[in-house]
């Protein structure tokens, strides 16, 4: 009875939205479309579509990020849908409920959708195991696993810049093995068509292992820059390294920040990506990332259209051209 | 002019929820049936109804209880009101306001519903006195002395199960002499006609007092439970007890534990209850408490109806068969 | 292109709300004149309004105020707009990300209008000036600058007593120097034409400068009430005093507590207001607080009214007559 893929149901709809790993490309270009028909809505000055009116999403957080948590609440309100925030650490653990008896009584009370941010691989996978058919998992990152409505909404800038991925270099720049966001970056750009990935860091924070997610790896930036149309910044998380790995935000910076001098190696028109929030002068040069090169707070405004178009799709709602509702 | 129960209005119609002590059947039955209406109409995928909206919800939490707030949270969302969360310790006392001015503050920004809870036996009580007429109060938890919706649900539970209240017996186990959930659901039993209440505990936490609420009490749970139809497993509160009334977890569990075994004395049909969360092998056992006899997931569910219920009915809102608003 | 007054559009409009200081009496006008038909549309029990239906509105709070939170957050509701509360300190800090970053990102997410509260003046006006087009800001309180929100409802509440301004005495009394709300007071009280307005407190909280606004400085209670129509009594607030500055509570009380017996001295007809939390036997005497001449509770009911007011004009929203949108 447990489906290979959980993500998918059994007509090979989104169901949960786990990872971009095991999605097939027409689901990732599903995501991409629906996004494109809600920012369109959004920009005509109706921010606001009917397609989640009534239905309950509980923001499931056991690690405090206030940036994703507001980008799903602010997705969750323009769906009309109503959304209950959940600090789990602060919370139920006090009377020593198990997870598995906390999400049972949140399933009971009918709620119809579970954000999931969590400090561990796997969780979010985990919990859509234990719920019944009734709820929805959206994994909102989980420790170095997976963050996929990140990469999907990195996968919607590039394809409004660029139309295609078929024809395009891409590299990811930094903290490769440590990221969640790399991993999911990684597996949508080569689903979704892009012929050469590539990643560029120092030899500590990028494992071989990588070579078989069918990257290319560089530990020159000036080399891996070379030729590429798009640049995806990673954001430098010492909170996630061991002491050892990481040389000194000054030396990094001489290394692998990303200036407007070592993109003059990039194309013309190359663009350039970042997660937020920015490091400046760390992984990133402000003179990038407030230049014309910088797409970086339109990934913020499409995160929102992402982030609403998975939510309507795993459960089941697709919005109209207009973004209106159709079941 | 202070009426002799300030839960009921001159007519005799609801007007707070404070305690199910003092109430009349007829008020009771009414909750279970506005209860019954609105869970239908959950149960046809329409959960939200707009019998409240644009009303102003205070939760107005003293001790902090997530569980408990989350539920009359969703129960407001589910009405369509407006819900604001106040957790008091951390903010008005902070500037030595005094509890009243806070009070007499919210009613004049035209506030319609205080659901409290506090710490205190008598809080809730006390709130209503000092608000004016233009200001419902619903307590959710005070002291030692009441959480009626929560005896409420119970009530629910047992009633979609078993149909009658006259022709049964139940059983309330554990700590029954510190339970704000055991003193209102006895007078819930009481007042709905059952014949044969039943509490079972050891000595130090079963005061004689008891015996004056008309309930009979048993120290040996095997003797307790014979024949019983319902079993009211209580929640072990170990924060509330002094250090020396309690054996310890392993030996309560050997005591007074629920587990299947012990069970077999009790009526076939019997069906357990748990206000949550569980202390798996404390007051409980697993095998019990994910049984088929097990209603508690059903409770959770329910809890959610009969808290729409009470908060619907002091607002003088009776919804019709259909769940929709008729005033 | 930065104009001179950013408050105002180029037709004159309120574009944002930062303080009373600047704005003209017809602005001022137009603001109690929205409250007015927004309060009447709250009496009649619909108190909820369209207005901003769909609008997301951020509460930008850097300094914590659950009382000023919540009264903007109850204006917003009743606007039907979307609210998103930000405690700064706890978020975005703890990432590193600096304050223009996260606005940005704010803004980037499509969200309408900055609710801003922060220790120090001209943070409001500061974040003005670096926001693009489509975000209004409304200052909730910066520093010792303005909080003009509440300098407004107290001119409102005036208004609804008295009818006109041009022919009034009215006296601030208490710690001038530091009170970010007398400061909106007294230019409120000046631009709508009041001719006597009076400050009375200690000369250690009353800076000579005060003259230059056009007030006059009193330092005897009794003298500074002589026939006065208004009395608008400040809040003690210790915490913004340095030690030596301040007599006890019990000195201060005698010298500049509002007593029946002071309020003698005073016309016949005088109200008095407070902008609350009251300190009870500090600033204020209960018997008065409580009494007939006290309008302090009217004013947090005109609170709701005013912000409402406020949110609106800056959205380029008008209420009609009876509270309904018109564009």
Same mark, same amino acid.
Do not use: W
């Given at each position: 009875?447990?489906?290979?893929?959980?993500?998918?149901?059994?007509?090979?709809?989104?169901?949960?939205?786990?990872?971009?790993?095991?999605?097939?490309?027409?689901?990732?270009?599903?995501?991409?479309?629906?996004?494109?028909?809600?920012?369109?809505?959004?920009?005509?000055?109706?921010?606001?579509?009917?397609?989640?009116?009534?239905?309950?999403?509980?923001?499931?957080?056991?690690?405090?990020?206030?940036?994703?948590?507001?980008?799903?609440?602010?997705?969750?309100?323009? #769906?009309?849908?109503?959304? #209950?925030?959940?600090?789990?650490?602060?919370?139920?653990?006090?009377?020593?409920?198990?997870?598995?008896?906390?999400?049972?009584?949140?399933?009971?009370?009918?709620?119809?959708?579970?954000?999931?941010?969590?400090?561990?691989?796997?969780?979010?996978?985990?919990?859509?195991?234990?719920?019944?058919?009734?709820?929805?998992?959206?994994?909102?990152?989980?420790?170095?696993?997976?963050?996929?409505?990140?990469?999907?909404?990195?996968?919607?800038?590039?394809?409004?810049?660029?139309?295609?991925?078929?024809?395009?270099?891409?590299?990811?720049?930094?903290?490769?093995?440590?990221?969640?966001?790399?991993?999911?970056?990684?597996?949508?750009?080569?689903?979704?068509?892009?012929?050469?990935?590539?990643?560029?860091?120092?030899?500590?924070?990028?494992?071989?292992?990588?070579?078989?997610?069918?990257?290319?790896?560089?530990?020159?930036?000036?080399?891996?820059?070379?030729?590429?149309? &798009?640049?995806?910044?990673?954001?430098?998380?010492?909170?996630?390294?061991?002491?050892?790995?990481?040389?000194?935000?000054?030396?990094?910076?001489?290394?692998?920040?990303?200036?407007?001098?070592?993109?003059?190696?990039?194309?013309?028109?190359?663009?350039?990506?970042?997660?937020?929030?920015?490091?400046?002068?760390?992984?990133?040069?402000?003179?990038?990332?407030?230049?014309?090169?910088?797409?970086?707070?339109?990934?913020?405004?499409?995160?929102?259209?992402?982030?609403?178009?998975?939510?309507?799709? &795993?459960?089941?709602?697709?919005?109209?051209?207009?973004?209106?509702?159709?079941?």
């Amino acid at each position: 009875m447990k489906r290979n893929n959980i993500q998918l149901d059994d007509q090979g709809r989104l169901r949960h939205f786990l990872s971009v790993e095991g999605l097939p490309r027409t689901t990732l270009t599903e995501i991409l479309d629906t996004a494109e028909s809600l920012a369109s809505a959004a920009s005509q000055n109706v921010k606001k579509v009917p397609l989640l009116r009534g239905k309950t999403i509980v923001n499931l957080f056991f690690e405090p990020s206030t940036r994703t948590r507001t980008t799903f609440e602010l997705a969750a309100k323009r #769906l009309s849908a109503d959304s #209950l925030n959940m600090n789990i650490s602060a919370s139920s653990t006090s009377k020593g409920e198990s997870l598995l008896d906390m999400l049972h009584n949140l399933e009971a009370m009918q709620c119809d959708m579970f954000v999931v941010r969590h400090a561990e691989s796997g969780a979010a996978n985990f919990i859509a195991r234990n719920v019944g058919d009734s709820i929805a998992v959206v994994n909102a990152g989980d420790g170095r696993h997976a963050h996929p409505t990140q990469a999907m909404l990195d996968m919607f800038t590039i394809r409004r810049h660029k139309g295609e991925f078929h024809n395009l270099r891409v590299a990811i720049v930094g903290d490769v093995g440590h990221s969640r966001v790399a991993r999911s970056q990684i597996h949508a750009l080569t689903t979704l068509g892009v012929p050469e990935v590539r990643v560029i860091g120092p030899k500590t924070l990028i494992p071989e292992s990588l070579r078989g997610l069918g990257v290319h790896i560089y530990h020159d930036l000036d080399e891996g820059l070379d030729g590429v149309d &798009v640049v995806l910044v990673l954001r430098l998380q010492n909170e996630r390294m061991g002491a050892a790995l990481l040389p000194s935000e000054r030396e990094y910076f001489h290394l692998y920040g990303i200036t407007a001098e070592r993109l003059e190696r990039a194309a013309d028109d190359a663009i350039v990506l970042h997660p937020g929030p920015i490091n400046r002068g760390v992984e990133i040069d402000s003179e990038v990332a407030d230049g014309e090169r910088s797409v970086i707070l339109e990934q913020v405004t499409h995160g929102i259209a992402v982030r609403m178009a998975a939510m309507s799709l &795993v459960m089941g709602q697709h919005p109209g051209k207009d973004g209106e509702a159709r079941a």
